[in-house]
T-cell receptor, first 116, second 114 residues
Framework: NAGVTQTPKFRVLKTGQSMTLLCAQD?????MYWYRQDPGMGLRLIHY???????AKGEVPDGYNVSRLKKQNFLLGLESAAPSQTSVYFC???????????????FGPGTRLTVT | RKEVEQDPGPFNVPEGATVAFNCTYS??????FFWYRQDCRKEPKLLMS???SGNEDGRFTAQLNRASQYISLLIRDSKLSDSATYLC???????????????FGTGTQLKVEL
């Protein structure tokens, strides 16, 4: 099992450019998440999905869009990149939450994005 | 006030030392608690869940005090390989669809030295 994979690993964008980050998991997890991690701040939830065809906003959704057309894939899009979106982006997946969120979230290796 | 607060460190300790990390959380509705480990430039990985009665996994012991809204992690006999950032994570209901929202602390950095 590859677990959770992310592409690309690194990317540099100019302000105003667009891009899509791809996340794939082979664990048959229902839930998938996109986080960003910035210095001095904990991981913050951007968007998440509780199943194929569904998405919802997290804490910091502005400037991002997502799609989950297939259960194993979760795409994060930046339509018009801004320097404030320079960050490390992590995708994660888990089984459905069950009681009190006891299921572990498995993270991908991250994408380092710089917007100049 | 941050929902989850940790001392950022770094904690520089000699190999073999015992080190303790503390974490406080502000939302009394929090239901589950975890410690994740994150190596430099890597993804977070679950180290252990934290239960009310306290739990131990080898050299690692986690404690939860719900009344004080306080979580701790104790590492005994530190190894060089324990050098990493330790993230305190709390979970509560909050996602549309019934899921739980994880809130991450900023992490405490540990450096174990020879």
């Amino acid at each position: 099992n590859a677990g959770v994979t992310q592409t690309p690993k690194f990317r540099v964008l100019k302000t105003g450019q667009s891009m899509t980050l791809l996340c794939a998991q082979d664990m048959n997890h229902e839930y998938m998440y996109w986080y960003r991690q910035d210095p001095g701040m904990g991981l913050r939830l951007i968007h998440y999905s509780v199943g194929e065809g569904t998405t919802a906003k997290g804490e910091v959704p502005d400037g991002y869009n997502v799609s989950r057309l297939k259960k194993q894939n979760f795409l994060l899009g930046l339509e018009s990149a801004a320097p404030s979106q320079t960050s490390v982006y992590f995708c994660a997946s888990s089984y459905s939450q069950g009681l009190a969120g006891k299921y572990e979230q498995y993270f991908g290796p991250g994408t380092r994005l710089t917007v100049t | 006030r941050k929902e989850v607060e940790q001392d950022p460190g770094p904690f520089n300790v000699p190999e073999g030392a015992t080190v303790a990390f503390n974490c406080t959380y502000s939302n009394s509705a929090s239901q589950s608690f975890f410690w994740y480990r994150q190596d430099c430039r890597k993804e977070p990985k679950l180290l252990m869940s934290v239960y009310s009665s306290g739990n131990e996994d080898g050299r690692f012991t986690a404690q939860l005090n719900r009344a004080s809204q306080y979580i701790s992690l104790l590492i005994r006999d530190s190894k060089l390989s324990d050098s990493a950032t330790y993230l305190c994570v709390v979970s509560r209901l909050g996602l549309t669809g019934g899921g739980n929202k994880l809130t991450f602390g900023t992490g405490t950095q540990l450096k174990v030295e020879l």
